[in-house]
């Protein structure tokens, strides 16, 4: 009987824990704080931040699906540390037409700040990318930034 309880025990206690770290994971995505500062015109994040050296690298993830690798370098020209960065990407047909865009996070605020005068290095992956995908590099926009 002793140890009929141990184990019911032990496994209450795997299954709370298991809950926990579930709700954790879905509790919704992180907001920016009340106490950053929002730009989203993008004459004011021009002179803020750089994108440069942006390049692409293929490779397959386990299930052999081709992952596209976007990578660059984000230069923080501003006084200010930066604490999150937002991008659109557009990626192109043959034509030059635009068939996908995304906003992605290069920059999180979980993340320790970005000081002025510093480069991060960014990746984004992408997977599934439509087949009329002229293969290039896409096009970047930073979109918002806090501080």
Avoid: C
């Amino acid at each position: 009987m002793g140890e009929r309880r141990t184990v019911v025990i032990i496994g209450l206690t795997v299954v709370i824990v298991l809950a926990l770290i579930l709700m954790w994971a879905f509790s919704g995505a992180r907001t920016v704080s009340a106490d950053l500062t929002e730009i989203t015109d993008p004459t004011v994040i021009k002179s803020h931040l750089e994108i440069s050296r942006v390049g692409i690298a293929t490779g397959e993830n386990f299930f052999g699906h081709k992952i596209r690798a976007i990578s660059g370098t984000l230069t923080n020209n501003s006084d200010k540390p930066v604490r999150l960065v937002e991008g659109k990407v557009t990626f192109f047909d043959y034509n030059g037409k635009s068939i996908q865009e995304s906003v992605e996070k290069i920059y999180g605020i979980a993340q320790k700040p970005l000081m002025a005068g510093t480069d991060y290095r960014f990746e984004i992956n992408f997977e599934n990318l439509p087949n009329t995908w002229n293969h290039r590099i896409p096009t970047f926009e930073i979109v918002k930034i806090a501080y």
